[in-house]
């Protein structure tokens, strides 16, 4: 009996040990939980603040419970913590920012745009995916990681939507633009700001492959639905999915004439390099330049395929293997050069 009550305490005691023990016990999990939960609650409220700020508009604590799926009391709780912390004031029932919570809240955007960009042109995510990515993310990166992944994305300046990505000072691009539905017909537009909530209006517009700095024009503006053009297909879109497109004014063409697309090059022609497509960023941009697609580079068709995909280009002495996809972000001027019949022994897959 007393042997079962010995091991019955020590089982107690070892218990209590690992609740309690500093840093890694059950106690301190616990209490770092609760902390990355409140981190997470007022990190998303104050993303709320700012967008309806950036909007022109004042949050209020019924769209603050609206787009946190909160109840009103645990709304007004959370409001009341933010406003002891000196995160954001009260104003006859609306709510703004004081500069420190602006502070914090351009920190969570500046992550959340910065973690889609790396995961769109670095990791190769399809855009429909990012959004909820980068919505787990955004809680985890210090102003130090942030940092360091934008010197090595390269400073850009917008997200994949289009979305401006503050700086570490704080400074916002403002995005000129209107929506598509607004656009004159007949005009040719530059796509500039796709929204990506509500997710399925989203995800048609990504189906029919618009995408920031794709130039399209109007075709048809009927009250069931606008026909647009991108050049190479007609989509066509409900009011409801269009005004989710912001366009502005489409850049005048400095291609000379003759440009075309890598991707249209045909066997026994040759070409040099013009220029990447605008699009084309992060490490698909990095990749194709160290393959050699740089200004004035030679290339040609060194293997087709029967199938379509992937098609070999030869450039710089070395044969690689690009997908459609791939070679539609190179644009090229045809030379007049005869065909090289040397084939590289080495193929080089992007």
Same mark, same amino acid.
């Given at each position: 009996?007393?042997?079962?009550i010995?091991?019955?305490?020590?089982?107690?005691?070892?218990?209590a040990?690992a609740?309690?023990?500093p840093?890694v016990?059950l106690?301190?999990?616990?209490?770092r939980?609760l902390a990355?939960?409140d981190?997470r609650?007022f990190e998303?409220?104050l993303?709320?603040f700012?967008?309806? =700020?950036h909007?022109?508009?004042?949050?209020t604590?019924?769209?603050l419970?609206?787009?946190?799926a909160?109840s009103?009391r645990?709304?007004?709780?959370?409001?009341?913590?933010m406003?002891?912390?000196?995160?954001?004031r009260?104003d006859?029932g609306?709510l703004?920012l004081?500069? =420190?919570g602006e502070?914090?809240?351009? /920190?969570?955007?500046?992550a959340?745009r910065?973690w =889609?960009?790396?995961?769109?042109?670095?990791a190769g995510?399809?855009?429909?995916?990012?959004h909820?990515?980068?919505e787990?993310a955004?809680h985890?990166l210090?102003a =130090?990681?942030?940092?360091?992944?934008d010197?090595?994305?390269g400073?850009?300046?917008s997200?994949p939507?289009?979305?401006?990505i503050?700086?570490?000072e704080g400074?916002?691009?403002?995005?000129?633009?209107?929506?598509l539905?607004e656009?004159?017909q007949g005009?040719?537009a530059?796509?500039?700001?796709? &929204?990506?909530?509500?997710?399925?209006i989203f995800?048609?517009i990504?189906a029919?492959g618009?995408?920031?700095?794709?130039t399209?024009r109007?075709?048809?503006?009927?009250?069931?639905?606008?026909?647009?053009?991108?050049?190479?297909?007609? /989509?066509?879109l409900? /009011?409801v999915?269009?005004?989710n497109i912001?366009?502005a004014e489409?850049?005048?063409a400095?291609r000379?004439?003759?440009?075309?697309?890598?991707?249209?090059?045909r066997a026994g022609?040759?070409?040099?390099?013009f220029?990447l497509?605008?699009s084309c960023?992060?490490?698909s941009?990095?990749?194709?330049l160290?393959?050699?697609?740089?200004?004035q580079?030679?290339? &040609?068709?060194?293997?087709?395929n029967?199938f379509?995909?992937?098609?070999g280009f030869r450039v710089?002495?070395?044969?690689?293997?690009?997908?459609k996809?791939?070679?539609?972000?190179?644009?090229?001027?045809?030379?007049?050069?005869?065909h090289?019949? &040397?084939?590289a022994?080495?193929v080089? /897959?992007a």
């Open positions: 009996m007393t042997d079962s010995s091991v019955w305490l020590l089982s107690l005691l070892l218990l040990l609740a309690a023990w840093n016990g106690w301190a999990q616990w209490k939980s990355q939960r981190r609650l998303d409220a993303k709320h700012i967008t309806w =700020e909007r022109s508009q004042a949050a604590p019924e769209s419970a609206g787009a946190l909160l009103q645990r709304t007004l709780d959370l409001i009341v913590r406003e002891t912390r000196g995160l954001v009260s006859t609306a703004t004081t500069p =420190e502070r914090w809240a351009l /920190h969570v955007v500046r959340h910065l =889609e960009t790396y995961l769109s042109d670095d995510m399809p855009m429909e995916r990012v909820r990515a980068a787990i955004e985890q210090s =130090e990681n942030l940092d360091q992944l010197a090595h994305l400073h850009p300046e997200d939507h289009g979305d401006p503050p700086t570490v400074a916002v691009k403002p995005l000129d633009a209107v929506a539905t656009w004159p005009e040719p530059r796509v500039v700001h796709i &929204e990506d909530e509500p997710d399925v995800r048609q990504v029919a618009l995408r920031p700095g794709s399209i109007i075709l048809e503006n009927s009250p069931q639905r606008l026909v647009v053009s991108d050049g190479s297909a007609e /989509h066509r409900a /009011h999915v269009a005004a912001q366009v489409a850049q005048r400095t000379p004439t003759g440009t075309r697309r890598l991707s249209e090059l022609e040759a070409a040099e390099v220029e497509d605008v960023r992060g490490f941009r990095r990749r194709l160290d393959l050699g697609m740089t200004p580079a030679r290339v &040609e068709v060194a293997l087709d029967p379509g995909d992937p098609r710089r002495g070395t044969t690689i293997a690009l997908r996809q791939q070679a539609d972000k190179v644009w090229i001027k045809t030379q007049k050069v005869s090289d019949p &040397e084939s022994a080495e080089t /897959h």
